[in-house]
């Protein structure tokens, strides 16, 4: 291999912020390199500069040997580097092909457009990262991944050399992530460079050759993939090992039981599954991808139908019949999707954590008493160390943390004392994901109930009281405190000792 990529002595500031200092980077043709830090540590303004969106103050961008000078993304472009953003730049009722071509449009002689040409073309790259799309419908009906191959089709159309890609498996399934690791094989043996940003390690070492690491705008360090693992990784990234990043279990006895889900089932000739949650604990649900956990919740506070349900809320029976009667009863969901499902991303910090309580704020009049909300928000955001300039900021701005803080700020508010964290750490970098569990933590210490559903199984091993372990839809198991380890959440979530189907 050769150099294709070299980034020398990269510098930027912002008024009050240096946000990159010094940066080497170099990445050879035909190569998968990892780029890796935490929100805030530089790499998004250092791929904004390779890709002409933003302008080093100092240092030099070599392609193939020739110094660079991007004033735009199009002279980027035009140099061989496409970029596929975490936010897709697709045009949503145009088609795959329309997209693809969309400000470079093949023509004819006579300014009309070649249709079948492009068409064609458009066939030809998806035969090379070999998979297939509708070319005929609007990319908005194309499934995330789909639409993830239409980005990429899109950047080799202007033949890239370099492609960057910013979390591309943050919203993608277990299965479309392989697929994309595929094609980014595909593509190194083909040539193209790949610069691969991600916040799950463990991709790093299923598809990638190198890695590199910023840490506060700062190189800490470049290493193969075949030298390094997680923890060193994670030390790089954060200046601290793994295991430093869950809080200590409680030494002290569980408190009294708070949810007694003593039967639920959840389709017809379905298992029938039971489980209890104690005053703070944090009580897991582990297993395979499709394993059922979230579904069990969901039906618990109502949110899926049930077969049948009998359950018991501080020692009452309770007919949990929607999610609105859950909240009422004070059990409060953090879904996985928290910006889709969590969220309201284009209203204030504000206004989310007072979006389900307003009557809470109820003043003369009727009229909402602005001074008691903003009130309770600033307390809230003091109280979570919600990072934002103002209980204004909208939330689209704030970090994957400080996101799922304001849900946590929103159920706080309205006095639930159950919460079920359902991926509670997706798409959240390393170091704000110490934040989030000791914040949970805390929480069960102050008498907070918690249910965590989790992929990761050091997440699971780290956080948990308990376990409940599924399998196809059962609970087959509870591991207490003593027994929670890989080995046997794996036996009975798989029936096997083999964790790499635990994702």
Not at 40 to 52: C, R, V
Not at 143 to 162: C, D, G, M, P, T
Not at 455 to 470: H, K, N, Q, T, Y
Request: glycine share 8%; charged share 20%.
């Amino acid at each position: 291999m050769s150099c294709l990529l070299q980034l020398e002595n990269i510098c930027k500031s912002y008024p009050g912020v240096h946000a990159l200092k010094s940066i080497n980077l170099s990445v050879e043709r035909g190569e998968i390199h990892a780029l890796l830090g935490e929100n805030g540590a530089g790499k998004s303004t250092l791929m904004k500069i390779l890709a002409g969106v933003e302008h080093q103050d100092q240092g030099s961008i070599r392609i193939d040997g020739a110094e660079q000078h991007f004033a735009t993304y199009n002279e980027a472009i035009a140099a061989g580097i496409g970029i596929v953003f975490q936010e897709f730049s697709l045009i949503p009722y145009l088609n795959a092909v329309e997209n693809i071509f969309l400000g470079h449009e093949l023509v004819n002689g006579f300014g009309l457009l070649r249709k079948h040409d492009m068409r064609e073309k458009a066939i030809g790259l998806f035969d090379r990262l070999g998979v297939k799309i509708n070319l005929d419908c609007s990319v908005e009906h194309l499934s995330v991944a789909e639409q993830q191959f239409v980005e990429i089709a899109k950047a080799l159309a202007l033949e890239a050399r370099l492609l960057i890609l910013d979390e591309p498996t943050a919203t993608l399934t277990p299965s479309e992530a392989e697929l994309l690791f595929g094609i980014m094989r595909e593509l190194k043996s083909q040539g193209v460079a790949v610069i691969f940003i991600s916040h799950h390690l463990e991709e790093i070492f299923q598809v990638c050759d190198r890695i590199s690491v910023l840490r506060d705008g700062a190189n800490v360090g470049a290493l193969t993939v075949a030298d390094s693992d997680i923890d060193t990784l994670v030390e790089m990234m954060v200046g601290r090992r793994l295991e430093a990043s869950f809080p200590p279990k409680p030494t002290q006895a569980r408190g009294e039981v708070v949810l007694q889900v003593r039967d639920i089932q959840l389709t017809r000739n379905g298992p029938h599954n039971s489980f209890n949650l104690h005053k703070g604990e944090i009580l897991g649900f582990a297993g395979l991808v499709g394993s059922g956990r979230t579904e069990l919740a969901l039906g618990v506070i109502g949110a899926l139908p049930v077969v049948s349900k009998d359950v018991l809320l501080r020692g009452q029976s309770v007919n949990l019949s929607d999610p609105a009667h859950a909240l009422a009863n004070g059990i409060g969901l953090l879904p996985e999707s928290r910006k889709s499902e969590g969220l309201i991303v284009d209203f204030s910090i504000r206004e989310n954590i007072s979006l389900n309580n307003l009557g809470k704020y109820e003043g003369a009049a009727h009229l909402l008493d602005r001074h008691k909300e903003d009130t309770t928000t600033a307390a809230l955001m003091k109280q979570l160390s919600i990072k934002a300039p103002t209980c204004e900021s909208r939330v689209l701005n704030l970090s994957g943390g400080n996101q799922q803080k304001v849900v946590i700020a929103r159920w706080i508010n309205h006095h639930c004392d159950i919460l079920i964290f359902d991926e509670p750490t997706r798409g959240i970098d390393v170091g704000a994901k110490a934040e989030i569990y000791n914040l949970m933590r805390k929480l069960t210490e102050q008498g907070f109930a918690i249910i965590m559903i989790s992929s990761e199984l050091p997440e699971i091993i780290g956080m948990c009281d308990r376990v409940a372990v599924f399998n196809k839809g059962a609970i087959v198991n509870v591991l207490q405190a003593s027994d929670i380890n890989p080995q046997e959440v794996m036996r009975h979530a798989t029936g096997s000792l083999n964790s790499e189907h635990l994702h």
